[in-house]
């Protein structure tokens, strides 16, 4: 059974700088692994997706990492915004069907 | 990306009235789509996963009469809560592949409040 864990728990910085969620996932046959964001109330937003085949995959101020052998992922956010405040999710498919979501990284960007 | 919709995007109800949610694909087509349930603070649990054309798959601890899930065309699947009370009070958030795209990418829609009296 898939089992994913994100650390950390919430997150507050300073507006300008850089930082890094981190996503583990217990089983590495996975086919892709897939980071949303979440605002308050709201549904989910696709960050970035990466095959398994690739080891990282960029998209403006975000780039997101995938080591399949260690079960790791890591999304990184460069130069942070007050706007950047949300939840951070990660997910990788559990079988052929089902997402997996680890419990997410709440986020705060202080201006 | 592709977008998905749902509506309504709150909805307040009686205990033991019957709430239908919609998930529309709007500019894809979706053979499958997926339906969670998120408590707060708490991440997405899948309820269901519904085909089109056939009958959905529920998960563990998700009751089928309760929960019923109908997928009738390419682009449209219906959650309806029966006999709703407190405890279904949640957030429901439906999601999508599309077909076209063999990606894997899931869309999601904008989520569903259901808050039972």
């Known amino acids: 059974k898939q089992e994913v864990t994100q650390i950390p728990a919430a997150l507050s910085v300073p507006e300008g700088e850089n930082l890094v969620l981190n996503c583990s996932f217990t089983d590495s046959a996975i086919y892709n692994l897939q980071w949303f964001r979440q605002d308050p109330g709201k549904g989910l937003t696709s960050l970035l997706l990466i095959q398994s085949s690739q080891r990282e995959q960029t998209s403006g101020r975000l780039n997101a990492s995938l080591d399949k052998s260690s079960g790791r992922s890591t999304l990184y956010i460069a130069a942070s915004q007050p706007g950047d405040s949300a939840t951070y999710l990660c997910a990788v498919p559990q079988g052929a069907q089902k997402l997996v979501f680890g419990q997410g990284t709440r986020l705060t960007i202080n201006p | 990306g592709a977008v998905v919709s749902q509506h309504p995007s709150r909805v307040i109800c009686k205990s033991g009235t019957s709430v239908k949610i919609e998930c529309r694909s709007l500019d894809f087509q979706a053979t499958t789509m997926f339906w969670y349930r998120q408590f707060p603070k708490q991440s997405l649990m899948l309820m269901a996963t519904?085909?089109?054309?056939?009958?959905?798959?529920?998960e563990q601890g998700v009751e089928k009469d309760k929960f019923l899930i109908n997928h009738a065309s390419l682009t449209l699947s219906t959650l309806t809560v029966t006999s709703a009370h407190p405890e279904d009070s949640s957030f429901y958030i439906c999601?999508?592949?599309?077909?076209?795209?063999?990606?894997?990418?899931?869309?999601f829609g904008e989520g569903s409040r259901l808050t039972v009296l």
């Open positions: 999601s999508a592949r599309d077909l076209a795209v063999n990606t894997g990418e899931l869309f």
């Open positions: 519904s085909n089109e054309g056939s009958k959905a798959t529920y």
